[in-house]
Structures are given as structure tokens and as C-alpha cells.
């Protein structure tokens, strides 16, 4: 189970931190994600980050957002700063249960097994 906090209405230019915490097995986290989906358009991968510490974001937030995690908390972090209207959007993490390659899979719906329900970014 994949638990997200963070979201909210945020003005443009503020800088939230969605978190992620995972209640499960570690062992089935190879990966976890971030992905956004606004109103009227598909689900998109924005970043990801294995257990090995390897991250790889989307260009649209390259820059502008962080993935970290924390494996004694099972959690995982994406910091967004300088926020944008086009920011606005339900975001999720997912989980890989298995191995990831360093690159676009990372940001690849298809690789993830496991998915939050969401939380509402609203940046105005």
C-alpha cells in the first residue's frame, strides 16, 4: 500500500514536498515513481528513483524537481519548487516490484505494480 501527503493549493513559484510512504515489503520496491495526471490528458511519469540511489526525471520538471527517499522510513520525497499553472495536476507514486533499468522505464506506467490513490497539486 502506497500512502501520498503533500498536495494542496500552492501559489505559483511555492515549493511543497509530496511524500510517499510505502506499507509493504521492501524487498518489493526495486523502484518508486512519481507520476502526474491533469484534467483531460494521460498519466505521465515525472521522476523515479531505485533502491541503488539512481534517479531520472521527466524534462518537463528536470531542474525544478527532486526525488529522494528514505529506506528506514520507507518513504519516498519529490520537492517541487518554482511551481508553474502547468504543474496542476493529481500526483502519484507507484512501485516497481522488479528491476528497473537506469532511463525512460523509470517513468514508464507499464513497469509499476503498485500505485497510491493520489494527491492534488493546484498551483495558482
Known amino acids: 500500500q502506497l500512502v501520498e501527503s503533500g498536495g494542496g493549493s500552492v501559489q505559483a513559484g511555492g515549493s511543497p514536498r509530496l511524500s510517499c510512504t510505502h506499507f509493504?515489503?521492501?524487498?518489493?520496491?526495486?523502484?518508486m515513481g512519481w507520476f502526474r495526471q491533469a484534467p483531460g490528458k494521460a498519466r505521465e511519469g515525472i521522476a523515479g528513483?531505485?533502491?541503488?540511489?539512481?534517479?531520472y526525471y521527466a524534462d518537463s520538471v528536470k531542474g525544478r524537481f527532486t526525488i529522494s527517499q528514505d529506506s528506514a522510513k520507507n518513504t519516498v520525497y519529490l520537492q517541487m519548487n518554482g511551481l508553474k499553472s502547468e504543474d496542476t495536476a493529481m500526483y502519484y507514486c507507484?512501485?516497481?516490484?522488479?528491476?528497473?533499468?537506469?532511463?525512460?522505464?523509470?517513468?514508464?506506467?507499464?513497469?509499476?505494480?503498485?500505485w497510491g490513490q493520489g494527491t492534488q497539486v493546484t498551483v495558482s
Open positions: 509493504g515489503y521492501s524487498s518489493s520496491r526495486h523502484c
Open positions: 528513483i531505485r533502491r541503488d540511489g539512481d534517479e
Open positions: 507507484a512501485s516497481a516490484s522488479e528491476w528497473v533499468e537506469l532511463g525512460p522505464g523509470y517513468l514508464d506506467t507499464s513497469r509499476y505494480n503498485y
